[in-house]
Structures are given as structure tokens and as C-alpha cells.
């Protein structure tokens, strides 16, 4: 089972008081985009065997949205953060890296 701690409130949480919301750090289509650039923007998402950066909200707790960063096959997780911030925290990096030196971060 998947828990993650809500960087908000602090409260410890199993999936189940979560909702998920899709990969994170994505950069939307500009207005004006044509619609390959939309359909990308819409459809096409990563979905990587390993570091996968997530959007998730704390739905039976303060509601609130957060992005957290976790492997994709062990579940393991590295750290989360506020949806605000454009990229992940260096502790959060830090602790990916311990854990896997050849990782990149190719967001």
C-alpha cells in the first residue's frame, strides 16, 4: 500500500485518503498552441519503470494538492512536497540519487 505524508497538514496517509491527479511538472500547451501541441499536452504522458514525479490531494484530510516523488516498482517514497514548487526539492533529489546513482532526472 502506498502512504505519503501530506507536506500541509503532516498527516501520514494511505492511498486510500488520497486522490490521485497524474504525473507532475508538466508545462502546458501556450495559448494559441496547434492541436498536436495540445493532444501532446492532453494525452501523452510518462509512465516510467522507476522515479516518477506525481500529483496527489489529500482528499479526507485538508483537501489540499501535493506532488510527490516515488518509484514507480518498489513504491517506494522519496519525499513530498507543495504542488507550488516547479521542480522537486534538493533533499528530495538528494534522496532519489542515495538511492539510485545513475538516476536523471529527465522530467
Avoid: S
Avoid at 63 to 73: E, I, M, N, P, S
Avoid at 83 to 89: D, G, H, N, T, W
Amino acid at each position: 500500500m502506498l502512504i505519503l505524508t501530506c507536506p500541509y497538514c503532516g498527516i501520514v496517509a494511505d492511498e486510500t485518503e488520497l486522490a490521485p491527479g497524474g504525473e507532475a511538472h508538466l508545462v502546458r500547451a501556450a495559448a494559441g498552441a496547434d492541436d498536436a501541441a495540445l493532444a501532446a499536452y492532453l494525452f501523452e504522458r510518462k509512465n516510467p519503470m522507476g522515479v516518477h514525479f506525481e500529483r496527489w490531494r489529500h482528499a479526507m484530510g485538508c483537501g489540499k494538492w501535493f506532488l510527490a516523488a516515488r518509484d514507480t516498482v518498489t513504491l517506494e517514497v522519496y519525499g513530498t512536497y507543495p504542488a507550488q514548487m516547479r521542480k522537486p526539492p534538493q533533499d528530495i533529489v538528494k534522496a532519489i540519487r542515495k538511492r539510485k546513482p545513475d538516476w536523471e532526472d529527465g522530467r
